[in-house]
């Protein structure tokens, strides 16, 4: 049985995670399934915008703990360290985007974290490698992982403090404390909260929206160039923005961008 559903409509590929039975805990499965659920909708001219969610009333509660309750019992052999070990899907670019998870920053298309119930433990890491996090209202939150004498995975030690700012990251992964909504927003760590009732349709027609008014060429470059000025000095960001200028003035999607505000008319974009 798959562990996700993915679904393809105005332009927006959506990946839910489907196991709510188990609030979606995340499995082997389940991972190798997103994964190549990814995989297609970077390469589908079709698509030009991803969200990832939960299926029924969590977005992810984290690692199965039946998989956690048997390392716990029986101990974490060596063919287990390698899978926790192994990489991403990505196989060019800045190897920190090639890791697990960390492969969505290499993606070329806006992530857009869904979080429409619990995001625990995992399920608290992956939306942070996502681009955007809106989350419904009843959304809670917790990082978990000093709860159960684990540490900071997957790099969230690195992505959270820049996200929300260092003390409060060491706030949420100290003390392992569950979040709601409302706070998070005030955190910075989701972008948006939406009502509860009708959250699903309201995330489809705001990233239909965005898969529609802006040039998905442009999108495209300043995800690049934000992520790259992570490791970047300003004197390197300014002058990739220069070469990326000249690029960008010389694309269709720009001559398009002009002509569609000029003619008081809905943009037509190519990506090209």
């Known amino acids: 049985m798959q562990e996700t559903i993915y679904e393809v409509a105005d332009r927006v590929a959506t990946i839910t995670l489907n ?3 188990k609030l979606n805990a995340w499995t082997a499965t389940m991972e190798q399934e997103v994964r190549s659920a990814v995989q297609v909708a970077e390469q589908d001219d079709n698509v030009r915008v991803i969200v990832l969610t939960g299926a029924g009333r969590g977005f992810c509660a984290g690692a199965d703990m039946s998989l ?12 287990d360290a390698g899978r926790i070990q192994a990489g991403g899907t990505v196989q060019e670019g800045r190897p920190d985007f090639q890791r697990k998870y960390s492969y969505f ?15 625990v433990g995992l399920g608290f890491v992956i939306p942070l490698y996502c681009d955007l996090r809106w989350a419904a209202e009843n959304a809670r939150f917790s990082t978990v992982f000093a709860q159960r004498g684990l ?9 959270l403090p820049r996200i929300v700012g260092l003390s409060d ?5 100290f003390s ?3 979040i709601t909504a409302s706070e998070a927003l005030d955190l910075r760590l989701v972008n948006r909260v939406f009502p509860q009732e009708g959250f699903a349709a309201a995330i489809h ?11 998905p060429r442009s999108m495209g470059v300043i995800k690049r160039q934000v992520y790259a000025g992570l490791f970047q000095t300003l004197a390197e960001s300014f002058d990739l923005s220069v070469v990326e200028m000249v690029a960008s003035l010389r ?9 569609h505000f000029l003619e008081k008319r809905a943009p037509n974009f190519s990506g090209r």
């Open 105 to 119: 920053l290499a993606l070329a298309k806006p992530v857009i974290a869904a979080i429409n119930g619990p995001a």
């Open 205 to 215: 027609d705001q990233a239909a929206q965005l898969a529609s008014s802006v040039s």
């Open 176 to 178: 392992a404390r569950t």
């Open 169 to 173: 990251a060491l706030d949420l992964l």
């Open 19 to 21: 196991r709510p039975d």
């Open 68 to 79: 956690l309750n048997t390392v716990a019992t029986q101990g974490l052999g060596d063919e």
């Open 151 to 159: 540490i900071a995975e997957y790099g969230m030690a690195w992505m």
């Open 251 to 259: 694309s269709a999607d720009f001559k398009e961008g002009v002509a």
